[in-house]
């Protein structure tokens, strides 16, 4: 009777008091924080140098001067950008040209899973096989570039997302995620008299809501930067994206840009300026992210666990 009141006291006092740790794991866990706060310092002082730089004086920046923290206050680097008419144009085609491609990619890639995911669906094996060779070998930049021009799609809209509507690296993704939902779902469904297309619409995505809007991420990330292959296919000024404006601002000899703006190129460097773009062209991203950040982690490692 003793022993068994011990042993309650002694299993009641392990539940309730906290677990103790070695003291390598303590210093591990020093360790961990340490490096991920210095990792997290190196990767914000670039942003939070050009975010002093943008707000800068033109005699602050040319003299050297600008860390981590304005001089000389001002604001009209990002009057004169938002001004800028290639900048606004480009900004325009860049935000066309993730929605549409977002959407399209995003609904083309889901269709390509879904029926990827059925072990009932004849040669999947080889279907399967297919599509990873894909992601292994490819035609080429100069037979892509003349598939594109004997389809006409060059110096348009289309061939910026066209090419990229399926990704086969986001396919599996959200493939191995409706592996994981049960196949009861399906079974009741098809009782009722539903059919495939109404139980992919109504039964799988509002369930696969994590995967989907992570991978609509990935999407909308890759062509908001992308700007390689806006520099091989296109050559008129309304039709190149935002980071393809940023490329060519950079490598444009130091001032250009101001040449034709006398009051800009007296108050204003090409420094400051370059920053304040980069950081107008950063901001919707960031924007948008934190809304999808909730189903980031969750649907990369529930749609990458099963292979």
């Known amino acids: 009777m003793n022993q068994n009141h011990a042993l309650r006291t002694e299993n009641g006092a392990g539940l309730s008091g906290t677990i103790k740790t070695s003291f390598g794991e303590r210093c591990f866990a020093a360790f961990n924080y340490f490096f991920f706060i210095l990792m997290g310092i190196t990767t914000l002082v670039p942003f939070v140098n050009l975010i002093a730089k943008s707000l800068s004086s033109e005699e602050a920046v040319i003299s050297g001067r600008v860390g981590l923290l304005p001089v000389g206050v001002q604001f009209e680097t990002y009057g004169y950008v938002l001004q800028n008419s290639m900048f606004l144009t480009s900004l325009k085609t860049s935000v066309l040209l993730t929605v549409i491609g977002t959407i399209l990619s995003l609904t083309m890639t889901t269709i390509t899973a879904y029926p990827l995911s059925k072990?009932?669906?004849?040669?999947?094996?080889?279907?399967?096989?297919?599509?990873?060779?894909?992601?292994?070998?490819?035609?080429?930049?100069?037979?892509?570039?003349?598939?594109?021009?004997?389809?006409?799609?060059?110096?348009?809209?289309?061939?910026?997302?066209?090419?990229?509507?399926?990704?086969?690296?986001?396919?599996?993704?959200?493939?191995?995620?409706?592996?994981?939902?049960?196949?009861?779902?399906?079974?009741?469904?098809?009782?009722?008299?539903?059919?495939?297309?109404?139980?992919?619409?109504?039964?799988?995505?509002?369930?696969?809501?994590?995967?989907?809007?992570?991978?609509?991420?990935?999407?909308?990330?890759?062509?908001?930067?992308?700007?390689?292959?806006?520099?091989?296919?296109?050559?008129?000024?309304?039709?190149?994206?935002?980071?393809?404006?940023?490329?060519?601002?950079?490598?444009?000899?130091?001032?250009?840009?101001?040449?034709?703006?006398?009051?800009?190129?007296?108050?204003?460097?090409?420094q400051s300026i370059q920053a304040s773009s980069i950081l107008l062209a950063t901001l919707p991203i960031l924007i948008v992210y934190p809304f999808l950040q909730k189903y980031f982690v969750k649907g990369v490692l529930v749609g990458s666990v099963k292979g």
């Open 119 to 270: 072990v009932r669906l004849r040669g999947r094996k080889w279907l399967l096989l297919m599509f990873v060779f894909t992601m292994l070998f490819s035609g080429g930049l100069i037979p892509t570039y003349l598939l594109m021009h004997n389809l006409n799609l060059l110096n348009t809209l289309a061939v910026l997302f066209l090419p990229a509507m399926v990704n086969v690296f986001n396919m599996l993704i959200i493939k191995n995620y409706f592996e994981g939902l049960p196949d009861s779902l399906e079974e009741s469904a098809k009782l009722d008299g539903a059919g495939n297309i109404r139980i992919l619409i109504y039964i799988i995505l509002p369930l696969s809501l994590p995967v989907l809007a992570t991978i609509a991420l990935f999407f909308a990330v890759a062509f908001w930067n992308d700007f390689f292959a806006a520099m091989i296919y296109i050559t008129s000024p309304e039709l190149k994206p935002l980071q393809l404006y940023l490329k060519e601002l950079f490598v444009s000899t130091s001032g250009d840009f101001l040449k034709n703006n006398v009051d800009a190129a007296i108050n204003m460097t090409s």
